[in-house]
């Protein structure tokens, strides 16, 4: 009993640690959608950041205005 708690996740069968889930589903989506599918919601994410980054330059004006 007290081997198994020395035992790592890994060596316990059936179980994968979240670094492996989340490289194994990666994969299969990069292997379902191809580059486009990265393209595109990189696109989308990039547009994103930028309307955020207008957003907070205008809050910061209104907020030198007040002061």
Do not use: C, P
Not at 1 to 17: F, L, Q
Not at 21 to 44: S, V
């Amino acid at each position: 009993m007290a081997e198994d708690k020395k035992r790592s996740k890994k060596e316990v069968k059936g179980t994968m640690t979240v670094q492996e889930a989340g490289r194994r589903g990666g994969m299969k989506t990069a292997q379902t959608h191809g580059k486009d599918f990265y393209e595109e919601i990189g696109h989308k994410g990039g547009q994103r950041v930028k309307e955020l980054i207008e957003e907070g330059k205008r809050a910061r004006a209104l907020n030198a205005e007040r002061q």
